[in-house]
């Protein structure tokens, strides 16, 4: 089972990304989903989830107001559109999925990451 994210890049400050994160191999309908990132040197940390009916989302104080998770369950796909992007933003992005229906509980599934870097 892996979770393919993609969709990172480099941008300028002030731009905008957006995130996929397909399964291959099953479905996460009816699965929580969330994108957690980790910088250079720092430990990983939450930045969003979504339900699995796609009708709670939750978000990082950090990026309220600017990015937006969403789901389509029909294509089997999740996305996080991030705008007004910032340098502080800079990490490696994973998405993740958990059976669980806690917005804030851990993962059991993760991707493999894609990396977002934001020039100043």
């Known amino acids: 089972v892996q979770l393919q994210a993609s969709g990172g890049g480099l941008v300028q400050a002030g731009g905008s990304l957006r995130l996929s994160c397909a399964p291959s191999g099953r479905t996460f309908n009816g699965y929580r989903m969330g994108w957690l990132r980790q910088a250079p040197g720092k430990e990983r940390e939450f930045v969003a989830a979504?339900?699995?009916?796609?009708?709670?989302?939750l978000y990082a104080d950090s990026v309220k107001g600017r990015f937006t998770i969403s789901r389509d369950n029909a294509r089997n796909t999740v996305y996080l559109q991030m705008n007004s992007l910032k340098p502080e933003d800079t990490a490696v992005y994973y998405c993740a999925a958990d059976p669980s229906l806690r917005m804030s509980a851990s993962y059991r599934y993760w991707g493999q990451g894609t990396l977002v870097t934001v020039s100043s």
């Open positions: 979504i339900s699995w009916s796609g009708g709670s989302a």
